[in-house]
């Protein structure tokens, strides 16, 4: 079964507005990264954690890695068309398999 | 322009049919995964190489197969087509293995269409 769940699947927002996506894994992780994926692109890496309790930010992006090191968030404060896209995670789990989370998929209303 | 090129674009073809789908990662570059993604759906990890050495496997058909040459390019081989094989094809490539903290840069994907 799926090994990484993204919550929510899909998030409107208003331009100005934050939007924040959480991932579980149903294991731990030794790193967790973020992509960004453009509609009709290809995905893009963000950001890579790798500590218990790691906290990132890129501009008006946060990206927390969870203590357990099972979850993780990617919160995005006032956000802009620009944001428009679905946002990933991913982990490598039993070794070198590398499995993506679900997605959430952003539109961002101007 | 991640530097991982993929061809061809697009490709149509019937049930039953057997394609090639070709990708040369980043110079530098020796791990190299390969994706599917079908309509509406997630990034489904296919198989990894790493310097011509298949290094895991994951939701990958026996119809399906891939291979990583000397020259690092890697090919991914569907037969036996089926409608549901209809997807986004995806290669990306690290430095290092999965589990080596690498960021992987995707190419820009092949458009497989099976009718």
């Known amino acids: 079964g799926q090994q990484v769940m993204q919550i929510p699947q899909y998030q409107h927002v208003q331009e100005g507005e934050d939007f924040t996506t959480y991932c579980n894994s149903s294991?731990?992780?030794?790193?967790i990264q973020w992509y960004k994926q453009r509609p009709g692109g290809h995905p893009v890496f963000l950001i890579q954690?790798?500590?218990?309790?790691e906290v990132k930010k890129q501009k008006r992006l946060t990206f927390q890695f969870g203590e357990a090191k099972k979850n993780s968030s990617l919160h995005i404060t006032a956000t802009q068309t620009t944001d428009v896209g679905t946002y990933f995670c991913?982990?490598?789990?039993?070794?070198?398999?590398?499995?993506f989370g679900t997605g959430t998929s952003l539109t961002v209303i101007p | 322009d991640s530097g991982v090129t993929q061809t061809p674009k697009h490709l149509i073809t019937a049930t039953g049919q057997r394609v090639t789908l070709r990708c040369s990662p980043r110079?530098?570059?020796?791990?190299v995964y390969w994706y599917q993604q079908s309509l509406d759906q997630g990034l489904q990890f296919l198989i990894q190489?790493?310097?011509?050495?298949?290094?895991a496997k994951g939701n990958i058909l026996e119809r399906f197969s891939a291979q990583q040459f000397p020259d690092l390019h890697s090919e991914l081989n569907l037969s036996s087509l089926e409608l549901g094989d209809s997807a986004l094809y995806f290669c990306?490539?690290?430095?290092?293995?999965?589990?080596?903290?690498?960021?992987?840069?995707f190419g820009p994907g092949t458009r497989l269409t099976v009718l």
């Open positions: 190489y790493y310097n011509g050495e298949e290094r």
């Open positions: 991913a982990g490598p789990f039993g070794g070198n398999q590398f499995y």
């Open positions: 294991t731990t992780l030794s790193n």
């Open positions: 110079s530098g570059d020796l791990s």
């Open positions: 990306a490539s690290s430095v290092g293995l999965a589990d080596s903290y690498n960021e992987q840069f």
């Open positions: 954690l790798v500590k218990s309790g």
